[in-house]
């Protein structure tokens, strides 16, 4: 059975090629920003299912696997558009422990599959020079939270519960799980 990895994302493609199943990458083109519910859980799994929805109408007979990623400080964080956005994200984060949020759909026609990996992470105390370095590189810009737990925001990290990978983009091991699980209510 055809396997799309319905996203654009460079991180997420390399952990979904850890997993022992072959798979195409459609991005999808679902509009994020439809969704505005304040609720981090239900926002997440609304957009995985958007993504997966998206390319899933084009491709009927092909397993689409849907995701997103959201960070949680008292509201959501989405990808910063600006150095101001970023350094507010950063300054939130600073100190504190937050919550990541990744939402993965599985979806086969009208079948749909959602589940969500909840990751705890606390920041040291960060100092303006920190932030403001980090900033000007290029690294804040494509992540939730403005922050690469896998590259520059290494040097944030005091502590994580849970998923590393989940934080990255996709949890990898859960995912292998309950693909296998999805995959074989298909089986004759
Ligand atoms: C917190 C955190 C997020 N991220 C990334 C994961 C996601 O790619 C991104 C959040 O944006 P998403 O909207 O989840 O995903 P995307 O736009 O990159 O890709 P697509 O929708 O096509 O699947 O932030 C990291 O890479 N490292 C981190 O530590």
Not at 33 to 48: C, L, M, Q, R
Not at 103 to 130: C, Q, R, Y
């Amino acid at each position: 059975m055809d396997l799309i990895l319905a996203s654009q994302s460079p991180r997420r493609k390399e952990l979904m090629a850890l997993l022992p199943y072959p798979f195409t990458i459609i991005p999808s083109t679902f509009d994020e920003s439809t969704i505005t519910d304040p609720d981090p859980e239900t926002a997440v799994i609304k957009i995985a299912e958007g993504k997966a929805a998206n390319v899933a109408a084009a491709f009927p007979e092909s397993v689409v696997i849907g995701s997103d990623t959201i960070v949680y400080q008292n509201k959501i964080l989405g990808k910063p558009k600006s150095a101001g956005e970023a350094e507010e994200m950063l300054r939130s984060l600073s100190g504190r422990t937050h919550t990541v949020y990744t939402g993965v759909t599985l979806m086969k026609g009208e079948k749909a599959h959602s589940f969500v990996e909840k990751t705890s992470v606390t920041f040291w105390p960060l100092t303006d020079e920190e932030i403001g370095r980090y900033i000007s590189t290029d690294d804040p810009y494509d992540k939730a939270g403005a922050y690469g737990i896998q590259s520059g925001g290494a040097l944030f990290v005091k502590e994580i519960k849970g998923d590393y990978y989940a934080v990255v983009g996709l949890p990898a091991a859960r995912l292998k799980r309950e693909l296998q699980r999805f995959l074989s209510c298909f089986q004759p």
